[in-house]
């Protein structure tokens, strides 16, 4: 008897052997024309694209959930598919259709109906893990080798258009001038197939169940009305999608698998107690996220700033510029866009004022060149410049050498006089230098009396800063 369960013992583990060196083993394209660094290169400005026209959500509770699940997949990622040079974020996007896609390089959009619709979490990184999977294996630049006739400058508008698909595709597509057609670089069925195979391995390794992947391809496809099931119209199904994830998955047993998570209860409950998400039809008639100097995230900024607003939100709010840096804000705060430069202040902080938005309480972020590559001597050359439109601003203070996130910057303070409620106000202004040349500035403005109750916020925001030169 002794003998007989050794032998049945051996034939099982030959048997569990031979099924997991029977899984399938995926790899990346080998006529790739672009490098590693390139794909990060083109996920940088697709994604500085997308999110002026995205309505990213600015959600603490949403964010972190999906980045916890995102961050849980990288780790997973087979040591051979591993880029060092990639950045991965992960961001959630606040319309309805069920949808999410992935650029070169590691920025991923996960659409907040696809959330919503997910009976588990195994659901959301099934979909995710498929995701990640593209960019991996380097499809979208795979693909964009075929357009050899285009500079990489020219190619990023195109995978962006042509990865999104859809309604948010078809805008960016046409608001760019690169005049790349985008069927060309949608990704084929091959690859497709490829990126479910890869993504179970990558959930199996996260302990999450790769037939929670094919469950969730189920409940795409069961999604009817307006918004129909967008992710299947842009990521077309190689055949037989169901059953060979589901034979994939018999590969790759995990015990105790992620499925229904605290977290996971928690994030749709939330959701279901914010407003409705637009549809992209409707945020695409809203003109997208991103807003002109004279216009704020909820429409027109309106008459010239009260001076009276509340004091800042204990709870702080995650702000990304992407492939800049990225913030902590009180979540009680408005974010203000213009072309070079993003301001964050309370209601009745800013407004508008002689054709120009102004503001008596808030941090600006901006970005300069830094022609002299001199820390100090740029930081100069900016205060001058502030000077010339702000003929009360006093001599700056004594600079403060400082570290944010691990750059040389400098901080000074510096009196004015506001020009609309011609009170006397305090500047504070840290400037950094970054490897890419440029110079970043944040410029923290209070009126005097108010002050010492938000340097502490200010410095609590440049200490959240987390710059991604």
Do not use: C
């Amino acid at each position: 008897m002794r003998h007989a369960r050794s032998t049945s013992t051996l034939i099982a583990v030959a048997v569990a052997t031979g099924l997991l060196t029977a899984q399938e083993r995926i790899t990346p394209s080998p006529d790739n024309k672009y490098t590693p660094a390139q794909d990060v290169q083109l996920g940088r400005e697709a994604a500085a694209e997308a999110e002026k026209q995205l309505p990213v959500m600015r959600d603490d509770l949403v964010t972190s959930y999906i980045e916890g699940i995102g961050r849980r997949l990288v780790d997973a990622i087979p040591p051979e598919l591993r880029h060092p040079e990639f950045r991965y974020t992960f961001k959630a996007v606040n319309v309805r259709e069920i949808n999410a896609f992935a650029l070169p390089g590691g920025p991923m959009y996960v659409n907040r109906g696809m959330i919503e619709a997910a009976k588990n979490e195994g659901e959301i990184a099934g979909v995710m893990a498929h995701e990640l999977s593209h960019v991996v294996l380097r499809h979208g630049t795979a693909q964009a080798s075929k357009a050899t006739k285009y500079e990489i400058g020219q190619v990023a508008g195109a995978i962006l258009g042509s990865i999104i698909g859809g309604g948010w595709g078809q805008v960016i597509s046409q608001g760019t001038q690169f005049g790349v057609g985008t069927a060309f670089l949608r990704f084929s069925r091959e690859f497709e197939r490829q990126a479910d195979i890869e993504g179970t391995h990558i959930m199996a390794g996260a302990r999450y169940d790769p037939r929670d992947m094919a469950g969730m391809f189920k409940t795409i496809e069961k999604q009817g009305g307006s918004g129909g099931p967008q992710w299947l119209s842009d990521h077309p199904n190689p055949g037989n999608r169901y059953d060979y994830i589901l034979k994939e998955a018999q590969l790759l047993p995990v015990q105790n698998p992620i499925r229904i998570t605290r977290e996971f209860d928690q994030v749709q409950a939330h959701l279901k107690e914010l407003p409705r998400a637009p549809t992209t039809e409707e945020a695409t008639r809203a003109g997208g996220r991103r807003t002109r100097t004279d216009t704020g995230p909820n429409g027109p900024i309106g008459d010239a700033p009260t001076g009276r607003v509340e004091p800042p939100s204990s709870r702080f709010t995650t702000y990304e510029e992407a492939g800049v840096f990225r913030v902590a804000v009180p979540s009680n705060w408005r974010e203000l866009q213009d072309n070079d430069a993003v301001t964050f202040a309370p209601t009745g902080g800013y407004g508008s004022y002689r054709g120009q938005t102004v503001y008596t309480h808030g941090i600006q972020i901006g970005l300069t060149r830094n022609e002299s590559h001199d820390l100090q001597t740029a930081t100069d050359e900016l205060v001058r410049s502030f000077a010339q439109g702000n003929p009360d601003m006093g001599r700056p203070s004594r600079y403060e050498r400082i570290s944010v996130d691990g750059h040389a910057s400098l901080r000074t303070t510096m009196s004015n006089r506001n020009e609309v409620t011609r009170g006397p106000e305090t500047i504070q202004l840290v400037t950094v230098g970054l490897r890419t040349g440029e110079l970043l500035y944040a410029i923290g403005v209070a009126p005097s009396d108010e002050f010492n109750n938000y340097r502490g916020v200010f410095n609590k925001i440049l200490g959240s800063t987390r710059l991604t030169d």
